[in-house]
């Protein structure tokens, strides 16, 4: 079946620095959701990416869907302390399966 | 503000004691999932109701049940709770196909099991 896989599982960043956090897919997706999921909160949709090849900013967070569609992107500019949390990816299958990016953990050192 | 609620925040139940957890939605959205979500894991989907059509997740234990009688409300029901069902269980809603709308979660319930 179809597989999404997120890397990396943890990244631990001093404050300011950059940070990134890839989806990659066995089969060519129709549509890609990334969302944020604060500690001890609920994710939060953040961006939906549809055509080949898209590029998506929202101030500091720049999402990336692949030429082919079997991979995304969601980087982030100059960390804050406010972008500390777990980052998903969610696709959708052929059959309109939902499949949940295992999910990259963000911490930030001051 | 339009949102998706639940009840109660935390559930302590005793282990075998049925237990049901409830959400709402001022969204009027067709869409209402329920993921169960452990620890540093992703959330996981149970199952969903596409206006009163429901939809089982094929790993999704006969254990859970849900019922949905209207579109602003959805229940999740545990009819013999395990240990290993203790976690923190989301509803989310959305509109229109499952496919191409955003999710948009409740504050979730967490389940203890005694």
């Known amino acids: 079946g179809q597989q999404v896989m997120q890397i990396p599982q943890y990244q631990h960043v001093q404050e300011g620095e950059d940070f990134t956090t890839y989806c990659n897919s066995s089969t060519t997706l129709s549509n890609i959701q990334w969302y944020k999921q604060r500690p001890g909160g609920h994710p939060v949709f953040l961006i939906q990416l549809v055509k080949s090849g898209e590029v998506k900013k929202q101030k500091r967070l720049t999402f990336q869907f692949g030429e082919a569609k079997k991979n995304s992107s969601l980087h982030i500019t100059a960390t804050q302390t406010t972008d500390v949390g777990t980052y998903f990816c969610v696709s959708y299958s052929s059959a309109s399966k939902i499949i949940f990016g295992s999910g990259t953990r963000l911490s930030i050192r001051p | 503000d339009a949102m998706v609620i639940q009840n109660p925040r935390y559930q302590v139940t005793q282990f075998g004691k049925p237990v049901t957890l409830s959400c709402s939605q001022t969204?009027?959205?067709?869409?209402m999932y329920w993921y169960q979500q452990k620890s540093s894991q992703a959330p996981k989907l149970l199952f969903h109701?596409?206006?009163?059509?429901?939809?089982n997740e094929a790993d999704t234990p006969d254990n859970f049940q849900s019922r949905r009688p209207n579109t602003s409300f959805c229940f999740l029901d545990i009819r013999s709770p395990g240990l290993g069902d203790a976690a923190m269980y989301l509803c989310a809603t959305s509109r229109g196909r499952v496919s191409n709308q955003p999710q948009h979660f409740g504050d979730g319930t967490r389940l203890s099991i005694l």
């Open positions: 109701y596409y206006d009163k059509d429901f939809n």
């Open positions: 969204l009027n959205h067709n869409v």
